[in-house]
């Protein structure tokens, strides 16, 4: 949307069946439009680790941008008060804080390429990008990006631009070997995660 008017209006409107539980301006005000225990429909068709309905199993947070322009201070300031607060609210990991363009590949790629996910590793408000390791025999980047999380029936280039618009947000071109070692690791972080709560 062009403005956070915009945004709100339209997130507002019952017409256009969308709504978040929060929406920050580029001012860096967090409005809230539906209470968190409740649905909203930010999320629309799509799919993470097994689930297809993150409605109902997530919060909604929207920033105001136009898709083409970095996110300022005060609103990166905004969302890591409010992210900290639901993290602790609802006991959520740094794992379980995803993007738009996660969760609905080729149909989403909010937050987009200038969204600073780096800064929100540092807090511990992200997952951190784990160092790249190499693929295991028979490991393809879609096997990979299906262990990760992503929908296995998102395209091979919608699931490659997804996971760049989280991970490797600078790359360009067609699959590279730091796609599939950046995907391997993360891969290997989640078996090691399921492991040790066994």
């Not at 978040?20 to 860096?28: N, P």
């Not at 607060?85 to 738009?100: D, E, K, S």
């Not at 937050?111 to 540092?122: A, I, K, S, T, V």
């Not at 067609?174 to 040790?196: K, S």
């Amino acid at each position: 949307m062009q403005s956070c008017e915009a945004a709100r209006a339209r997130l507002c409107d019952p017409l256009a069946e969308v709504s978040a539980h929060w929406l920050i301006s580029e001012q860096g005000a967090a409005e809230a439009l539906v209470d968190e225990a409740q649905r909203a429909w930010h999320a629309g068709q799509s799919f993470w680790r097994g689930r297809d309905d993150i409605n109902s199993h997530s919060i909604g947070i929207e920033l105001a941008n136009n898709a083409r322009a970095p996110f300022p201070e005060p609103q990166m300031a905004a969302l890591e008060q409010l992210l900290g607060g639901i993290m602790t609210r609802w006991n959520i990991a740094p794992a379980g804080v995803l993007a738009h363009s996660d969760i609905a590949p080729g149909r989403k790629i909010d937050p987009g390429l200038h969204f600073d996910w780096q800064r929100l590793e540092r807090q511990g408000l992200a997952l951190a990008r784990p160092i790249p390791v190499a693929p295991e025999p028979g490991d393809d980047f879609r096997r990979l990006a299906c262990r990760i999380g992503y929908a296995p029936g998102a395209g091979d280039g919608d699931l490659l631009q997804a996971f760049r618009l989280r991970w490797r947000q600078s790359a360009t071109g067609p699959l590279a070997p730091a796609d599939l070692a950046l995907a391997a690791a993360l891969a290997r972080f989640d078996v090691d995660v399921a492991g040790a709560g066994a």
